[in-house]
């Protein structure tokens, strides 16, 4: 079972910057694909980035390439989200997720996909 935790979140002004963490609990984390989600009121859940396990492919959703970069630290069993040149548009609350790998990849886009999820952490954007 992998239980995550996510934190991070906060509120910053427009151009400013976040990191997000994700700890996991769990021997077989480092192999999992993980993926950030964020869901901002009245829209649906969306996939902001995605990690494998392996080999440490990524995909981002287009609206955060060349900001947010993803990545992971298997001996702290934790992944990131840094978060640069953030826009009011960024502001939702900011999921991580994680799927085995023997049934999920990379992309892994889709909120289904994934079977473990954290509680979610705030993150707000002033213009």
């Known amino acids: 079972q992998v239980q995550l935790v996510e934190s991070g979140g906060g509120s910053v002004q427009a151009g400013g910057s976040l990191r997000l963490s994700c700890a996991a609990s769990g021997r077989t984390f480092s192999v999992y694909v993980v993926g950030w989600f964020r869901q901002a009121p009245g829209k649906e859940r969306e996939c902001v980035a995605t990690?494998?396990?392996?080999?440490?492919?990524?995909r981002y959703l287009d609206s955060v390439k060349g900001r947010f970069t993803i990545s992971r630290d298997n001996a702290k069993n934790t992944v990131y989200l840094q978060m640069n040149s953030l826009k009011p548009e960024d502001t939702a609350v900011y999921y991580c997720?994680?799927?085995?790998?023997?049934?999920?990849?990379?992309?892994?886009?889709?909120?289904?996909?994934?079977?473990?999820w954290g509680q979610g952490t705030q993150v707000t954007v002033s213009s």
């Open positions: 997720a994680a799927g085995s790998p023997r049934t999920i990849a990379v992309p892994a886009t889709r909120v289904e996909e994934y079977d473990h």
């Open positions: 990690i494998s396990g392996s080999d440490g492919r990524t």
